[in-house]
């Protein structure tokens, strides 16, 4: 989920904590746990400082390692002795616990985003993405953002968070409901697909679709059960040449593979340089794919200068590569 959602639920699981009896009968507990539920909210997400390193090592580690099994049980363990030390006298056990459930939830929640993360990690370097849930959810952010306001006026937290958590839980069944509807109007339009991607946008009935064949990639928008393929592509296997290879070692290119589950290339020549380019299919928008990865290399394959990431015009990526083709 997007941080804005992380913190709405770290404040809203604080209010909830009040149903501890050792959590409301201390402020200082009290305070300790609500500090926890928000930190602890946020924590496994401090990883989105690797962007400022570059997109490759961003793309390949976030949602990773800080989301794994020994993470979720490091990080609990770390704001509470810290937060224990800062406030004294507070029950540590019961501010693990506490704190211990928003990490948990910071990660359980992203699994149903299309991203996903390596949440099985160390046991298994898989990515878990169930494609339910788009990064920000309008609906889940303002219910948060409603509890929070009833919250402030008086309402009772622990009843209004329970009814609030109750609705959220029917609404995530309702959008694999949704989901799986748009899976099966999939299968109909394409009968003969492989591989099926399906991944929510901001809006509840609209949804991207992605789908492979033999012989083909589609490229669509579900709208409840209508299905629209706007691209078909002829599907080709990366060329096994001695440029491939060389582009393919690329950090930025590795790094895209390592995300991309479906993807196209194109391969074009330039004066005195070759340009490895993939495609990934799952973003399309607005009839531009975004999400890139582009190698330039010299007649004798070396690499020139290589990107990863979202780019929205082709000017704005020539730019990134400090390349104008004549």
């Given at each position: 989920?997007?941080?804005?959602?992380?913190?709405?639920?770290?404040?809203?699981?604080?209010?909830?904590?009040?149903?501890?009896?050792?959590?409301?009968?201390?402020?200082?507990?009290?305070?300790?746990?609500?500090?926890?539920t928000?930190?602890?909210?946020?924590?496994?997400?401090?990883?989105?400082?690797?962007?400022?390193?570059?997109?490759?090592?961003?793309?390949?580690?976030?949602?990773?390692?800080?989301?794994?099994?020994?993470?979720?049980?490091?990080?609990?363990?770390?704001i509470?002795?810290v937060?224990?030390?800062?406030?004294?006298?507070?029950?540590?056990?019961?501010?693990?616990?506490?704190?211990f459930?928003?990490?948990?939830?910071?990660?359980?929640?992203?699994?149903?985003?299309?991203?996903?993360?390596?949440?099985?990690?160390?046991?298994?370097?898989?990515?878990?993405?169930?494609?339910?849930?788009?990064?920000?959810?309008?609906?889940?952010?303002?219910?948060?953002?409603?509890?929070?306001?009833?919250?402030?006026?008086?309402?009772?937290?622990?009843?209004?968070?329970?009814?609030?958590y109750?609705?959220?839980?029917?609404?995530?069944?309702?959008?694999?409901?949704?989901?799986?509807?748009?899976?099966?109007?999939?299968?109909?339009?394409?009968?003969?697909?492989?591989?099926?991607?399906?991944?929510?946008?901001?809006?509840?009935?609209?949804?991207?679709?992605?789908?492979?064949?033999?012989?083909?990639?589609?490229?669509?928008?579900?709208?409840?059960?209508?299905i629209?393929?706007?691209?078909?592509?002829?599907?080709?296997?990366?060329?096994?040449?001695?440029?491939?290879?060389?582009?393919?070692?690329?950090?930025?290119?590795?790094?895209?593979?390592?995300?991309?589950?479906?993807?196209?290339?194109?391969?074009?020549?330039?004066?005195?340089?070759?340009?490895?380019?993939?495609?990934?299919?799952?973003?399309?928008?607005?009839?531009?794919?975004?999400?890139?990865?582009?190698?330039?290399?010299?007649?004798?394959?070396?690499?020139?200068?290589?990107?990863?990431?979202?780019?929205?015009?082709?000017?704005?990526?020539?730019?990134?590569?400090?390349?104008?083709?004549?």
């Amino acid at each position: 989920m997007d941080t804005g959602t992380h913190i709405v639920m770290g404040i809203a699981l604080g209010g909830l904590a009040l149903a501890d009896p050792v959590v409301a009968s201390s402020s200082l507990t009290t305070t300790a746990v609500i500090a926890g539920t928000i930190i602890g909210s946020q924590a496994p997400d401090i990883d989105t400082v690797l962007k400022l390193r570059n997109n490759a090592v961003y793309i390949r580690h976030h949602r990773g390692i800080t989301h794994s099994i020994p993470a979720v049980i490091l990080w609990p363990l770390l704001i509470s002795t810290v937060l224990w030390l800062i406030i004294p006298n507070v029950n540590f056990l019961h501010l693990w616990l506490w704190t211990f459930l928003a990490v948990f939830l910071h990660v359980f929640v992203d699994i149903f985003n299309s991203y996903g993360t390596q949440a099985i990690r160390p046991f298994s370097r898989k990515w878990v993405a169930l494609g339910v849930i788009n990064t920000f959810d309008p609906i889940i952010f303002g219910m948060h953002i409603v509890g929070l306001l009833f919250w402030m006026f008086g309402a009772n937290p622990v009843t209004t968070f329970l009814i609030m958590y109750a609705v959220i839980v029917c609404y995530y069944i309702l959008r694999f409901a949704v989901q799986a509807a748009v899976r099966n109007a999939v299968k109909h339009t394409i009968p003969d697909a492989k591989q099926i991607i399906i991944a929510p946008t901001m809006k509840f009935f609209q949804w991207r679709v992605a789908a492979l064949s033999e012989s083909h990639h589609y490229v669509g928008r579900a709208y409840g059960r209508s299905i629209t393929i706007y691209d078909k592509f002829e599907r080709v296997p990366l060329p096994e040449s001695d440029l491939v290879k060389a582009a393919l070692l690329d950090v930025n290119l590795s790094a895209f593979i390592s995300f991309s589950p479906i993807y196209r290339w194109e391969i074009t020549k330039f004066d005195q340089l070759y340009e490895v380019r993939l495609i990934d299919l799952r973003y399309r928008s607005n009839d531009f794919y975004p999400f890139v990865a582009v190698a330039h290399l010299n007649e004798e394959l070396e690499i020139v200068n290589s990107y990863t990431g979202w780019i929205f015009s082709e000017d704005k990526l020539r730019k990134k590569l400090d390349f104008m083709p004549n």
